[in-house]
């Protein structure tokens, strides 16, 4: 019985070896000039053929069978999964928008955030690489920024001057104009944005304002949802 399957293992792997042959067109007398490098995708086959046949000596065919059929739906889950990878990142987008307040999910150059339960849009930023959360407030002419927030983004605090009067939901205060290396919301990214950095203990929650909104192709909000679009 083992020399049978040692047998047939043999047919299938020299089968497997010319049908790779003649898909790269070298013939039997073109042996002594081949480059194997277009087979590696053969290996995994080859190492299939040998688990199946090394359980089969083992007499243990069904289990060999299962254990062949769960690697194949794995590998052919993978595979999918390769393939439909950006279909399925946006899709997973889609889910965790509607999961996590402020998060950003991107199509193309589109990016959607929902509604927050207080019925502000709370969006999920990230400044100068730091991940700050912010208010959409179309009323502020720029971007403003907590002093934490600030400290955060890795910004120059020793060196601000408060010389931009704002008004906040505090009242009246002072602000610090600065220029911030980027600003993204999901896979839209702007740089050199314009920005204010309130006074400590002032604001409450930083503020994407039109020095951000003012930059995309389109900004409007449906429903529940925020649309915003970059140029192309």
């Known amino acids: 019985m083992r020399s049978v399957l ?7 792997v020299i089968v497997l070896l010319f049908v790779s042959l003649e898909q790269n067109g070298i013939t039997v007398m073109d042996l002594g000039t081949f480059d194997p490098s277009p087979l590696p995708k053969h290996v995994v086959v080859f190492v299939l053929l040998v688990v199946v046949a090394l359980a089969l000596l083992r007499r243990r065919f069904s289990q060999a069978i299962k254990a062949v059929l769960i690697w194949l739906v794995i590998a052919a889950a993978l595979a999918v999964g390769y393939t439909y990878r950006f279909e399925l990142r946006e899709v997973a987008d889609r889910v965790m928008a509607e999961f996590i307040p402020g998060h950003a999910a991107t199509r193309g150059r589109t990016v959607e955030v929902s509604r927050g339960q207080g019925g502000n849009f709370v969006v999920l930023t990230q400044v100068n690489g730091a991940r700050l959360s912010m208010i959409l407030d179309s009323g502020a002419s720029s971007v403003v920024l907590t002093h934490d927030a600030a400290k955060a983004a890795g910004l120059p605090l020793e060196m601000l001057s408060y010389s931009v009067a704002v008004d906040t939901a505090n009242g009246r205060t002072r ?5 911030l290396q980027s600003i993204a919301v999901g896979g839209l990214v702007e740089r050199e944005v314009a920005a204010l950095i309130a006074q400590p203990g002032q604001l409450r929650q930083s503020l994407l304002g039109m020095s951000f909104l003012n930059r995309l192709q389109s900004w409007e909000v449906r429903g529940d949802r925020l649309m915003l679009r970059a140029y192309p």
């Open 6 to 12: 040692w047998f047939l293992l043999a047919i299938g």
């Open 175 to 179: 602000a610090a104009p600065v220029t």
